[in-house]
């Protein structure tokens, strides 16, 4: 447990690591952690279906339709 706190806790290896590999060595690690996954995934797809709605991209990306296209591309199917 010590091991994983003290690895994340380290900038210079924070700065190599992606920000995926980081999450993943958390949730492989024995420490208790603060949110889990799912708890992570949630936020993540509540955030993806408020800038799914028409009009939201838009509105950070005005006059970029190509910019609004390839990040909907990247979006999960909404259910």
């Known amino acids: 447990m010590e091991r994983c ?3 994340l806790s380290d900038p210079s290896l924070r ?15 024995r420490a208790v952690k603060s949110p889990d996954i799912s708890a992570h995934l ?11 709605r028409p009009g939201v991209l838009e509105r950070f990306f005005p006059d970029q339709p190509q910019a609004v296209q390839q990040i909907r591309a990247t979006f999960a199917d909404l259910y």
């Open 15 to 29: 700065l190599r690591l992606k920000s995926w590999d980081a999450r993943l060595l958390m949730e492989r690690c």
């Open 42 to 52: 949630a936020g993540t797809k509540k955030v993806q279906q408020v800038l799914a």
């Open 5 to 7: 706190i003290h690895l």
